[in-house]
């Protein structure tokens, strides 16, 4: 039997699991793509100044909805959309009963984001229709559901993804981009993306640290936010890119900060 067989057979008996691990210029051609799909955008904060608060491009004057999966118990970037721009904002987490504030703006149903719309699950076009939004209505995205990003992500379509204004999504487990199936999976879901949006901003979450290999640098955690093609010229910025951003804040406060390596992002 080959080494290699046997050794994956024994890590497998053991509960481990040993995965090819892609081409490194696979890896590299990945965040050369992302960095190529990065604008410099005019960009405003919004909500806490550590977790939960989020770098925004400057329309949500334009805005009118808000669909906030994965709140758990802070709510201070809806809280704002609330109380700065009158955005509604739809909230949904089967982890809470409620809310995390009271708020007129605010309509919550316990249910966790997923690829069906069963027991304590839905799915985001069932969502988005359940609470009567259109097509129409000018509406964002902001999802931090504990890494059930990237089975969303994979079942809705482009067209979906496409009614959001903007896109703020917080990726998890980024460091399994170095395996070989992760990695097409992730090219998949951001090739989505890619059709009808641009990157406006990344930040890496400073809870979890940055894994190195081969001289590539991924942030296990990152928010990455998206605005859509046809909005970019009204809120372009001439400055070049920099990060971090004089807006960006730690996630956790009594954590290292972490900046975001600069070949995502420097051109």
Not at 56 to 66: D, G, M, Q, V, W
Not at 183 to 190: N, Q, S
Not at 234 to 251: A, C, E, G, Y
């Amino acid at each position: 039997m080959d080494i290699r067989a046997n050794i994956r057979r024994i890590a497998f008996k053991k509960g481990y699991l040993i995965e090819k691990l892609s081409p490194i210029t696979n890896v590299k051609n990945f965040i050369s793509q992302f960095k190529d799909k990065y604008v410099s955008c005019e960009l405003i904060r919004v909500g806490s100044e550590f977790d939960g608060g989020y770098l925004h491009p400057n329309l949500l004057k334009t805005i009118s909805y808000c669909f906030s999966p994965g709140v758990a118990y802070q709510a201070s970037f809806e809280k704002e959309l609330s109380e700065k721009f009158k955005i509604k904002s739809f909230m949904a987490d089967a982890s809470v009963k409620e809310a995390p504030e009271v708020d007129d703006n605010f309509e919550f149903i316990p249910k966790f984001l997923g690829t069906s719309s069963k027991n304590e699950f839905i799915t985001l076009t069932d969502w988005i229709k359940q609470s009567k939004v259109t097509d129409k209505d000018s509406k964002i995205l902001q999802m931090d559901i504990e890494g059930a990003e990237f089975d969303v992500l994979l079942y809705e379509s482009a067209e979906i993804l496409a009614s959001f204004s903007t896109l703020i999504i917080e990726f998890h487990f980024m460091e399994r981009m170095f395996q070989k199936d992760f990695l097409k999976m992730l090219k998949i879901i951001f090739d989505k993306i890619y059709k009808n949006f641009s990157i406006c901003h990344v930040h890496p979450n400073n809870c979890c640290g940055i894994y190195s290999l081969n001289g590539v640098d991924v942030p296990r955690v990152m928010e990455v936010t998206f605005v859509r093609n046809d909005l970019i010229n009204s809120v372009l910025s001439t400055n070049p890119i920099h990060l971090p951003h004089s807006l960006d804040r730690k996630n956790v406060e009594n954590n290292e900060d972490l900046i975001m390596p600069e070949m995502w992002w420097r051109k």
